[in-house]
């Protein structure tokens, strides 16, 4: 065990420029041309990565690659329904055939279906938990073979929800899910430490995204939910950015097996009801 040197070399890579830079890096972000993806992307691609950005919207996806690309960043493409088998494979081999590599690894991508668990049929079911659950973990172990081998290490961020702690009716299998990527999250940051390899994930709270949106259309959803955040008010996608970048980036490389918080600090307790918010 060493300590390492206090001089100025040290303190000049304590700045955030070098502290979260991903140059050099290559990143997979999943559902990248959603709400919240295409933010995740951009703020990855910001920091020097090289973006493989994959969705099943295809039209979203060129979307995407012509922003990214105006704003100078290397990306490419992949479209892919995260449902079929052969995903993952070729997800992480477009990785590998472009950039000659993967580093980082964002599962964002998920589906949902509101209804209550009486209702719920198997193939609903099983469409949910494949989506946000199964490729998400043969994804990972795709990419993490391809890290180990290349002996670099890596950074799987996988975004999980508060659903997780704080259980919301009507959404049983998609909560069922993101408890599964939270737990994973804890047996990959075990399995892989001695590769170098970090799995941590991000739990969003209540966002402003087409994927929220009906929650947000409903005005005593609404007034439910900001009596219940402190902030009182939707985290917007952006919000998310910094904390993807320090899980991705070497500034988080003693955090491992974590599900992190965003949320307004709508997990950290219960305030008195106002009923004129
Ligand atoms: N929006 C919120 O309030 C909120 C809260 C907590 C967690 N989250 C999580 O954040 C992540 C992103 O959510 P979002 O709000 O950006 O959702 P979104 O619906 O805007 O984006 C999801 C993206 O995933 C893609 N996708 C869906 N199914 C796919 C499939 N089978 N194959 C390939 N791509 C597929 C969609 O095309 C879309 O571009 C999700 O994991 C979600 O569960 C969101």
Not at 45 to 59: L, Y
Not at 153 to 179: D, F, M, P, R
Request: hydrophobic residues 50%; glycine residues 10%; negative net charge.
């Amino acid at each position: 065990m060493t300590t390492a040197a206090f001089d100025s070399e040290a303190i000049r890579a304590l700045a955030p420029s070098s502290l979260f830079s991903l140059e050099g890096r290559v990143a997979i972000v999943t559902g990248a041309a959603g709400g919240i993806g295409r933010w995740l992307a951009a703020g990855l691609g910001a920091a020097g990565a090289s973006v493989v950005a994959t969705d099943v919207d295809e039209a979203g996806l060129a979307d995407l690659e012509s922003t990214l690309a105006a704003a100078s960043i290397d990306a490419a493409g992949v479209v892919a329904d995260l449902a079929d088998e052969d995903a993952a494979d070729r997800i992480v081999d477009a990785a590998l055939e472009r950039f000659g590599a993967v580093h980082v690894v964002i599962n964002n991508a998920a589906v949902n279906r509101r209804m209550p668990i009486a209702e719920m049929d198997p193939a609903t079911w099983e469409w949910i938990m494949r989506v946000n659950l199964r490729l998400p973990y043969f994804l990972s172990q795709r990419a993490a073979r391809a890290m180990i081998e290349r002996r670099e290490g890596g950074s799987i961020v996988s975004i999980s929800s508060l659903n997780v702690e704080y259980a919301l009716e009507h959404v049983s299998v998609y909560g069922l899910a993101k408890a599964g990527l939270s737990q994973l999250t804890r047996h990959m940051a075990l399995e892989w430490a001695e590769h170098g390899i970090r799995a941590n994930a991000i739990a969003p709270g209540f966002m402003d995204t087409p994927l929220a949106a009906p929650i947000w259309a409903d005005s005593d959803v609404n007034r439910w939910i900001l009596n219940r955040v402190p902030l009182e008010r939707p985290g917007q996608p952006a919000e998310l950015v910094g904390t993807c970048l320090l899980l991705a980036s070497d500034a988080g490389s003693f955090l491992t097996g974590q599900t992190l918080f965003v949320d307004g600090g709508a997990r950290a307790g219960g305030r008195w009801f106002h009923p004129d918010r």
